[in-house]
Antibody, heavy 124, light 111 residues
Framework: EVQLVESGGGLIQPGRSLRLSCSGS????????MSWVRQAPGRGLEWVGF??????????EYAASVKGRFTFSRDDSKSIAYLQMNSLKTEDTAVYYC???????????????WGLGTLVTVSS | QSVLTQPPSVSAAPGEKVTISCSGS????????VSWYQQLPGTAPKLLIY???KRLSGIPDRFSGSKSGTSATLDITGLQTGDEADYYC????????????FGGGTKLIVL
């Protein structure tokens, strides 16, 4: 059974840093792109970005709202993806979901498995 | 403001049919496949429909998707109280670098 489990969320002050982890099991982690999607309290879904497979250099793409502040990485030997969040703002407060990203550029795209999410609250 | 436009809410009685729309443009829905997600209260979203009209294994055939031009729809027939949830559409946005976009979400109320 495919499972994704996020961890690392919590209460953090504006301007500080936080690292989230996403542990995958039940599938060959290294064979998949991994995206992060967030949901602010009472709001809709917002794509944060993704990290490609290591065979493609583990390159990354970011939404404009987090570019330059957030960084993705992965350790396929441990089946873990990371989201390093720096210079946090109050508007980054959200539940952060790790999702398995199934996509071919210009063709299909869907997120077939989602973690339960981890809540990040940015507040002084 | 979301790139894809969905009605904030729709409602219908048990047993009835409801349609949720997702409107985009030539640079998103017009060029790419659409997926649909269901988020039950207090839970993570889950994939219902991918590539416009393919149901994920285990999803009842009461759920169906379609796409025409720059719009997509999710139909739910034989409504059940357990279908009450938020529904989101999603696709690529071709003008953004590898951008993935969602609709703002539609709350389905089963009367």
């Amino acid at each position: 059974e495919v499972q994704l489990v996020e961890s690392g969320g919590g209460l953090i002050q504006p301007g500080r840093s936080l690292r989230l982890s996403c542990s995958g099991s039940g599938f060959s982690f290294g064979d998949y792109k991994m995206s992060w999607v967030r949901q602010a309290p009472g709001r809709g879904l917002e794509w944060v970005g993704f990290i490609r497979r290591t065979v493609y250099g583990a390159t990354t793409e970011y939404a404009a709202s987090v570019k330059g502040r957030f960084t993705f990485s992965r350790d396929d030997s441990k089946s873990i993806a990371y989201l390093q969040m720096n210079s946090l703002k109050t508007e980054d407060t959200a539940v952060y979901y790790c999702v398995r990203d199934i996509s071919v550029p210009g063709d299909f795209l869907y997120f077939d498995y989602w973690g339960l999410g981890t809540l990040v609250t940015v507040s002084s | 403001q979301s790139v894809l436009t969905q009605p904030p809410s729709v409602s219908a009685a048990p047993g009835e049919k409801v349609t949720i729309s997702c409107s985009g443009s030539s640079s998103d829905i017009g060029k790419n496949h659409v997926s649909w997600y269901q988020q039950l209260p207090g839970t993570a979203p889950k994939l219902l429909i991918y590539e416009n009209n393919k149901r994920l294994s285990g999803i009842p055939d009461r759920f169906s998707g379609s796409k025409s031009g720059t719009s997509a729809t999710l139909d739910i027939t034989g409504l059940q109280t357990g279908d009450e949830a938020d529904y989101y559409c999603g696709t690529w946005e071709s003008s953004l670098s590898a951008g993935r976009v969602f609709g703002g979400g539609t709350k389905l109320i089963v009367l």
